[in-house]
């Protein structure tokens, strides 16, 4: 059984805990004496309906205030195939949560209130998703209770969203209308929208195809940690573990390990528990040369005819996600695969404005939540791909030097 990553994204209100409560619910996903105490804490609230958004809002803030705060993933499977969910927030000064939520996500969900259409941070999300290059969008409209079921109110907000949508890198979309309080086209079709022919969110996602989205021709193995047992039983052992993130490792595979450029063989690769005849994405395994070269964390496993670049100098998009605003000259630290080091903020390109896609050329800096073309200059090369090519080896984080605290997410530009 395969398994689909999904984000929700949308403005505050528009229903994304509440759609993700009703997924769980009915695709039989809740225990008896959970919905018991969602039901109980409607009814002390004073709600004349189960309030299913309790079930993703874990934090006491988040209830207090009805607002989703911190990404909250959930697990749930049907006959057909497994879901991770990851709830992340709507608020603008919660938009680094939502890239985190969204930058392993298979498909991004957007919500979007029917009454309201499309808003601005609606459409920032969907940029943001569109430049973590998540490979498959929904647009759910919901509570199409409130606007009567309307088609012509559905069919305009489509127009509306496919025209934005045109301008982005968004290879495949759909657009369902939806009522997540009552259950509408979530589960199971509704009979208040005959004029809807598309399939059910459920039935959507159960059926999305997502296993050509990963990047199985450029071989990449960031190394994470060197294996020495040193124990009487694997007195020679030296392995190299990691998680794959491209391509595919099988024994007998000429490598070469960067940055040193150093030629070996696949002498074998391991599980925890016993040997396999290959490693693609995202399997995490310890790989053993046949030849005691010098690999150490951050180094990377490739083929000699397919490298990333080694490179010193990085031209990327970069979301910013710290009050202090970046400027050129500012010194960060890069964390991108397995590696950590020193960069410098040569230039600032430009800023993006998130609603018009604008590129205003004359910015100065990125302030919080603010999205721009940024070219970085690292003290030690990093070992890169273009995210459009590779969401790991093309990713990054921006990191304070001084408190440790991440201050940006990069994706390097083809």
């Given at each position: 059984?395969?398994?689909?990553?999904?984000a929700t994204a949308?403005?505050?209100?528009?229903?994304?805990s509440t759609?993700?409560g009703?997924?769980l619910?009915?695709s039989k996903?809740?225990?008896?004496d959970q919905l018991?105490?969602?039901?109980?804490t409607?009814q002390?609230?004073g709600?004349?309906?189960?309030d299913?958004?309790?079930l993703?809002?874990?934090?006491?803030?988040e209830?207090e205030?009805?607002?989703?705060i911190d990404?909250a993933?959930?697990?749930?499977?049907?006959?057909t195939?497994?879901f991770?969910?990851?709830?992340?927030?709507?608020?603008?000064q919660?938009?680094?949560?939502?890239?985190t939520g969204a930058?392993?996500?298979?498909?991004?969900?957007v919500?979007?209130d029917?009454?309201?259409?499309l808003?601005e941070?609606?459409?920032?999300?969907?940029?943001?998703?569109s430049?973590?290059?998540v490979?498959?969008?929904?647009l759910a409209v919901?509570?199409m209770?409130l606007?009567?079921?309307?088609?012509?109110?559905f069919?305009e907000?489509?127009?509306?969203?496919?025209?934005f949508?045109?301008?982005?890198?968004i290879p495949?979309l759909a657009?369902?209308p939806?009522?997540a309080?009552?259950g509408?086209n979530?589960?199971t079709?509704?009979?208040q929208?005959g004029?809807y022919?598309g399939s059910?969110l459920?039935?959507?996602l159960?059926n999305v195809?997502?296993?050509?989205?990963?990047?199985?021709?450029?071989a990449?193995f960031?190394?994470?940690y060197v294996?020495r047992?040193?124990?009487?039983?694997?007195h020679?052992?030296?392995?190299?573990?990691?998680?794959?993130?491209?391509?595919?490792f099988?024994?007998?595979?000429?490598?070469?390990?960067?940055?040193?450029?150093?030629?070996s063989?696949i002498?074998g690769i391991?599980?925890f528990d016993?040997?396999?005849?290959?490693?693609y994405p995202?399997?995490?395994?310890?790989?053993?040369l046949t030849?005691d070269?010098?690999?150490s964390?951050?180094d990377l496993i490739?083929?000699?005819?397919?490298q990333?670049a080694?490179?010193?100098d990085?031209?990327?998009?970069v979301a910013?996600?710290?009050?202090?605003?970046?400027r050129?000259?500012?010194?960060?630290?890069?964390?991108?695969?397995?590696?950590?080091v020193k960069a410098?903020?040569?230039?600032?390109d430009?800023?993006?404005?998130?609603?018009t896609?604008?590129r205003?050329?004359d910015?100065?800096?990125?302030?919080v939540?603010?999205?721009g073309r940024?070219?970085l200059r690292?003290q030690q090369?990093?070992l890169?791909?273009?995210?459009?090519?590779?969401?790991?080896?093309?990713?990054f984080i921006?990191?304070d030097e001084?408190?440790?605290v991440?201050?940006g997410a990069?994706m390097?530009?083809?």
């Amino acid at each position: 059984m395969d398994l689909l990553r999904f984000a929700t994204a949308g403005s505050v209100d528009d229903g994304k805990s509440t759609l993700i409560g009703r997924l769980l619910l009915d695709s039989k996903a809740i225990f008896e004496d959970q919905l018991a105490a969602v039901e109980a804490t409607s009814q002390s609230k004073g709600y004349d309906y189960t309030d299913l958004a309790l079930l993703t809002d874990g934090l006491r803030s988040e209830r207090e205030q009805g607002i989703t705060i911190d990404v909250a993933y959930r697990y749930f499977a049907t006959p057909t195939r497994k879901f991770i969910i990851a709830d992340t927030p709507g608020h603008v000064q919660y938009t680094r949560n939502m890239v985190t939520g969204a930058s392993t996500a298979d498909l991004g969900l957007v919500l979007v209130d029917a009454r309201h259409g499309l808003t601005e941070q609606s459409r920032r999300h969907a940029v943001l998703l569109s430049l973590l290059r998540v490979p498959h969008l929904v647009l759910a409209v919901n509570k199409m209770d409130l606007v009567d079921y309307s088609q012509e109110r559905f069919d305009e907000i489509k127009r509306e969203f496919s025209a934005f949508a045109t301008k982005l890198t968004i290879p495949d979309l759909a657009v369902i209308p939806i009522s997540a309080l009552k259950g509408d086209n979530v589960v199971t079709r509704s009979a208040q929208m005959g004029w809807y022919e598309g399939s059910s969110l459920l039935h959507h996602l159960e059926n999305v195809h997502v296993a050509s989205d990963r990047d199985l021709k450029d071989a990449r193995f960031p190394v994470q940690y060197v294996v020495r047992p040193k124990s009487d039983e694997h007195h020679d052992y030296r392995g190299y573990a990691g998680q794959v993130a491209g391509g595919v490792f099988k024994p007998g595979d000429d490598v070469v390990v960067l940055p040193s450029g150093m030629p070996s063989k696949i002498a074998g690769i391991d599980l925890f528990d016993r040997a396999v005849d290959e490693a693609y994405p995202p399997m995490s395994v310890t790989i053993r040369l046949t030849d005691d070269v010098d690999v150490s964390r951050g180094d990377l496993i490739a083929r000699p005819n397919n490298q990333p670049a080694v490179t010193q100098d990085v031209d990327a998009m970069v979301a910013w996600m710290t009050t202090t605003p970046l400027r050129p000259r500012q010194k960060l630290l890069i964390k991108q695969t397995t590696r950590t080091v020193k960069a410098l903020v040569k230039e600032l390109d430009y800023r993006l404005d998130v609603n018009t896609l604008h590129r205003d050329l004359d910015a100065d800096s990125l302030g919080v939540n603010e999205i721009g073309r940024v070219r970085l200059r690292t003290q030690q090369p990093l070992l890169v791909d273009p995210y459009s090519r590779n969401r790991t080896t093309g990713a990054f984080i921006l990191i304070d030097e001084a408190t440790g605290v991440t201050v940006g997410a990069g994706m390097v530009n083809d």
